[in-house]
């Protein structure tokens, strides 16, 4: 369900945030059964996301599992990579993975590595509707995954900062806004996706909205009170 709501969230921060936990929770879990569903979750990555945002997202976290010390991380490893031959067969990580899993000590994990090994070889490229669809995909996320610092496309949920100006001044001020609450952990937020229901994603969105507006809030203060010290640095200087 992680997966599939990351496919759709606009917002950058809050988009960033979740993958970047997704990484660093589930693919460098300490417990191999978060490993093993990280794994899960880039084979329903792969149907959903061209295979550029893919290779992009998943690819590589996932690929560096041929060295894990779980014989079934590894094995579920073997059976993806089997299955995304077309995504990734081109990456230099994975023909590594590869000729690491083929020379397996497991015997399950060298024989789903030289099946997928046999996969590649056989691979005589995608069919044109393949390519289409793909190429529907890309397109689609080009306009979606929105890059940093451009103006809020018309109907987004994201709000933009509200700017006003003094008759008196010539400076300008942010609109006052009510106090902010503390922002809610990651894990708690990423539990609501989790679960599928559409009532919790609409409160995770939220919560995910809540963090990002704080984490700005944040980084605007860090930066004044920087800016301060260096003010009276100069001053004591001169």
């Given at each position: 369900?992680?997966?599939?709501?990351?496919r759709y969230?606009?917002?950058?921060?809050?988009?960033?945030?979740?993958?970047?936990?997704?990484?660093?929770?589930?693919?460098?879990?300490?417990?191999?059964?978060?490993?093993?569903?990280?794994?899960?979750?880039?084979?329903?990555?792969?149907?959903?996301?061209?295979?550029?945002?893919?290779?992009?997202?998943?690819a590589?976290?996932?690929?560096?599992?041929s060295?894990?010390?779980?014989?079934n991380?590894?094995?579920?490893?073997?059976?993806?990579?089997?299955?995304?031959?077309?995504?990734?067969?081109?990456?230099?990580?994975?023909?590594?993975?590869?000729?690491?899993?083929?020379?397996?000590?497991?015997?399950?994990v060298?024989?789903?590595?030289?099946?997928c090994?046999?996969?590649?070889?056989?691979?005589?490229?995608?069919?044109?509707?393949?390519?289409?669809?793909?190429?529907?995909k890309?397109?689609?996320?080009?306009?979606?995954?929105?890059?940093?610092?451009?103006?809020?496309?018309?109907?987004?949920s994201?709000?933009?900062?509200?700017l006003?100006?003094?008759?008196?001044s010539?400076?300008q001020?942010?609109?006052?806004?009510?106090?902010?609450?503390?922002?809610?952990?990651?894990?708690?937020?990423?539990?609501?996706?989790?679960?599928?229901?559409?009532?919790?994603?609409?409160?995770?969105?939220?919560?995910?909205s809540?963090?990002?507006?704080r984490?700005?809030?944040?980084?605007?203060?860090?930066?004044?009170?920087?800016?301060?010290?260096?003010?009276?640095?100069?001053?004591?200087?001169?």
């Amino acid at each position: 369900a992680a997966v599939r709501v990351l496919r759709y969230i606009s917002a950058i921060r809050r988009r960033d945030g979740i993958h970047n936990h997704f990484i660093s929770e589930w693919a460098q879990g300490k417990v191999y059964w978060t490993r093993l569903a990280f794994l899960e979750g880039a084979d329903v990555a792969r149907t959903i996301f061209s295979r550029k945002l893919y290779n992009s997202l998943f690819a590589e976290s996932a690929l560096k599992m041929s060295g894990d010390c779980v014989s079934n991380v590894r094995l579920r490893l073997a059976n993806l990579m089997r299955s995304t031959v077309a995504e990734s067969k081109d990456l230099k990580l994975y023909s590594e993975a590869l000729a690491t899993l083929v020379k397996d000590s497991d015997p399950e994990v060298k024989e789903a590595a030289l099946a997928c090994e046999e996969a590649v070889a056989g691979f005589n490229g995608l069919s044109s509707e393949q390519v289409k669809e793909d190429k529907e995909k890309e397109e689609a996320e080009d306009k979606f995954f929105v890059l940093p610092n451009v103006q809020v496309a018309k109907g987004s949920s994201q709000k933009p900062v509200v700017l006003a100006t003094r008759t008196s001044s010539k400076k300008q001020f942010v609109k006052s806004q009510p106090p902010l609450k503390p922002p809610v952990p990651s894990d708690v937020v990423l539990s609501k996706f989790s679960s599928g229901d559409p009532e919790d994603m609409a409160e995770g969105n939220e919560l995910n909205s809540a963090n990002g507006v704080r984490a700005e809030k944040d980084e605007e203060e860090t930066l004044d009170k920087r800016k301060g010290v260096l003010r009276r640095a100069c001053c004591s200087v001169s």
